[in-house]
């Protein structure tokens, strides 16, 4: 049988992506179409598409463009471990929220049978509440010994001034149809990604639960209004792009 194959607006389509990012990830070497029409057009095939979705898989993994080259080049041991964390981390959501659904479950029985939750029942549920909050119990303490430090409420009055002003210009790029590719949106998504690590400290574990709770909350909710989801998902485009390289 055949194998099938997509010409590059074909597989825009499909996957999400731009054609412009497509040409980019062509130019950089990192996915080279493995056929050529007799026009010269490209032509995507099955084991492309594969590589594709590991590409995107590494970039969601917050992995730049330029290690992942040699990820895929090489053996698979970069990417398996890179999977494993990411699988690691999605096991431990799921233990979390299963956890919830146990404490509130039984609270809920309680409720149903017109009876007064105990106190230790409504401390198990705010608990397991707590714990499902996209953050571990660990970063929430250093969480909340930053929120104590001098000068912090200056600090995140600035963070959310930074995140207002980038979210504008964000938006007025996709008024004007700007490719998400496009270098001064690429600034704007490495300026938005430098307020994240600044709100993190740094630690990539901490980024990686904030734009957790951005997915889980939405956009408006986990950031009070300053990030809208029309400008999220052209945020995540331009992250696919690489603005790291």
């Known amino acids: 049988m055949d194998e099938r194959t997509w010409k590059i607006g074909d597989l825009a389509a499909v996957t999400g992506l731009t054609v412009r990012a497509l040409h980019h990830f062509d130019q950089i070497g990192l996915l080279v179409p493995t056929l050529r029409t007799h026009a010269g057009y490209r032509l995507y095939t099955d084991s492309d598409v594969r590589r594709l979705y590991r590409i995107l898989a590494l970039r969601q993994l917050g992995m730049p463009l330029a290690h992942i080259a040699d990820s895929l080049d090489g053996d698979l041991q970069d990417f398996g471990s890179a999977v494993h964390a990411q699988l690691a981390h999605v096991e431990r959501t799921i233990e979390t929220h299963r956890h919830l659904r146990t404490r509130l479950t039984a609270l809920l029985q309680v409720i149903l049978r017109a009876t007064e939750p105990s106190i230790d029942q409504l401390i198990d549920a705010m608990e397991a509440l707590v714990q499902a909050n996209d953050f571990t119990s660990e970063q929430l303490a250093q969480a909340k010994e930053r929120h104590l430090e001098p000068g912090f409420p200056d600090r995140f009055a600035g963070w ?30 490495r300026r938005w990604a430098a307020v994240i690590r600044d709100m993190a400290a740094g630690e990539p574990a901490m980024m990686s639960s904030i734009y957790a709770r951005i997915e889980r909350k939405g956009p408006e909710a986990a950031t009070r209004g300053v990030l809208t989801t029309q400008v999220w998902g052209y945020l995540r485009q331009a992250f696919a792009v690489g603005f790291g390289t």
């Open 160 to 189: 959310r001034r930074q995140g207002t002003e980038i979210v504008a210009e964000l938006q007025a790029h996709i008024d004007g149809g700007t490719d998400p590719a496009d270098s001064a949106v690429q600034e704007l998504a």
